[in-house]
């Protein structure tokens, strides 16, 4: 087995996989709103991609293009679209280029995808670059980045909280399509890996 490149979310940051790290599995994980780019990611054949929401999507953007092992995509939203989500995506990014960094955050962590669940991982502005922050939410949301499952036969598990309806449902409908292998965690939300790490890595240590 290669090494695992892992995908962070919106408001992610490369050092969010070090758990994966300490359990021993070989990572490489990019910090895509500071000084990483998408470009960086580089997967041979014999390596995974594991991507979360955002990175999720970036990972399945990815499997168009590249031939890797393995694939696992955490609260991946593949659904079409809500109308008006690329206005709401721009909101946001003009909130996180002008707004007070606490005050933003705190307004993204509000939102009804986290079932108000406290975020298990700390936020601080010197680790991102606000224009990168805003770039992603205009270049790589669902509105923009457009994806093709029927073309993706890599080998995949579909991951999705027990407690986060909608990419539950999204992540069982895909599964099926893709005929890929499906792992709701018990007691989790959107944040699968860091609610849950223990049984997050034994799932994927079954997968690998």
């Keep these: 087995?290669?090494?695992?490149?892992?995908?962070?979310?919106f408001l992610g940051r490369g050092a969010d996989w070090d758990f994966l790290r300490d359990a021993g599995f070989d990572i490489r994980a990019p910090s895509l709103f500071a000084g990483d780019s998408l470009d960086s990611v580089r997967p041979s054949q014999e390596d995974i991609l594991l991507g979360y929401s955002m990175g999720a999507r970036l990972a399945l953007h990815l499997m168009q293009t590249h031939s890797v092992a393995k694939a696992v995509l955490v609260s991946a939203g593949v659904a079409p679209p809500e109308p008006g989500r690329q206005e709401l995506d721009e909101t946001w990014a003009q909130r996180f280029e002008s707004e007070k960094w606490d005050s933003v955050v705190e307004a993204w962590n509000s939102q009804a995808v986290f079932g108000g669940r406290k975020n298990p991982l700390t936020r601080n502005e010197s680790d991102y670059d606000r224009k990168k922050l805003a770039a992603a939410l205009r270049d790589w949301g669902p509105a923009v980045l457009h994806l093709n499952l029927r073309a993706i036969s890599i080998p995949t598990l579909w991951v999705a909280g027990e407690h986060d309806a909608k990419y539950r449902e999204a992540a069982r409908r895909a599964a099926e399509q893709l005929k890929a292998e499906l792992f709701v965690c018990?007691?989790?939300?959107?944040?699968?890996?860091?609610?849950?790490?223990?049984?997050?890595?034994?799932?994927?240590?079954?997968?690998l």
């Design 186 to 207: 018990p007691d989790a939300g959107h944040r699968v890996p860091w609610e849950q790490p223990e049984r997050f890595i034994a799932r994927l240590r079954d997968f």
């Design 1 to 9: 087995m290669g090494v695992i490149w892992c995908l962070h979310g």
